[in-house]
């Protein structure tokens, strides 16, 4: 079975600091990664998906996530936090067997401070 | 292109009452899934579906029935509302292919008294 961990619930980083978010997966197969952000009150919404072959995918308002198998992890970054990245945080896996089944992690909170 | 659309948005239910959460998408999809969302657990998939007339379970699907009967439609039935269904639920809605995006709905926030 697939399966992704993300370290820390609650993240907290100072306006224009770098913002990293980690995750960590792991799959017997080369894995299908995504990051999707949950802003208050609202469904979810794609942030970068990991594409076989690269490893380092960039994704919408500036965050980028780095693939390293070496490490089975897929972390999320931002070179400088803006408040408005206030949010949720899911990284997430597809399973194989049909019907892009996502199996997510357990989400990071993260707060954005003047 | 309205997306994924969910109704309604909040629900009280009573113990043991039944309710269906309704999901659309006009995205023509093949596939279509329900999660539900808990503090610190994140999204857990109930059940999904493949196609019309095709569904099946999830990681937590006691409790909860689908039917899938248009390629737009994708209702999730509550048969005997528990307390610990209460929750946010989600609808989603993909293309063929596990690289592809999901497109959630804006979640109905059900409590269960």
């Known amino acids: 079975a697939q399966s992704v961990t993300q370290l820390g619930s609650h993240v907290s980083v100072s306006e224009g600091a770098l913002v990293l978010l980690r995750c960590n997966y792991s799959?017997?197969?080369?894995?299908?990664l995504f990051w999707y952000v949950q802003y208050p009150n609202q469904g979810l919404q794609l942030l970068l998906k990991?594409?076989?072959?690269?490893?380092l995918v960039k994704g919408i308002n500036g965050f980028e996530a780095e693939f390293k198998k070496s490490e089975t992890s897929f972390h999320l970054t931002k070179p400088s936090a803006h408040m408005s990245d206030a949010a949720e945080y899911f990284c997430?896996?597809?399973?194989?067997?049909?019907?892009?089944?996502?199996?997510f992690g357990t989400g990071t909170q993260l707060k954005v401070e003047l | 292109n309205a997306g994924v659309t969910q109704t309604p948005k909040f629900q009280v239910l009573k113990t043991g009452q039944s309710m269906t959460l309704q999901c659309a998408q006009d995205?023509?999809?093949?596939?279509m899934s329900w999660y539900r969302q808990d503090p610190g657990m994140g999204l857990r998939l109930i059940h999904y579906s493949v196609g019309a007339g095709i569904t099946d379970q999830g990681e937590v699907p006691n409790g909860y029935n689908v039917s899938r009967s248009t390629t737009e439609d994708f209702p999730l039935r509550l048969l005997s509302a528990a307390p610990s269904q209460t929750s946010v639920y989600f609808c989603?809605?993909?293309?063929?292919?596990?690289?592809?995006?999901?497109?959630f709905g804006q979640g109905t926030r059900l409590t269960v008294v």
């Open positions: 799959s017997s197969v080369p894995p299908y």
């Open positions: 989603a809605s993909t293309q063929r292919g596990r690289n592809t995006e999901a497109f």
């Open positions: 997430a896996v597809s399973s194989t067997g049909g019907g892009n089944k996502l199996t």
């Open positions: 995205m023509n999809h093949e596939y």
């Open positions: 990991y594409t076989t072959g690269a490893t």
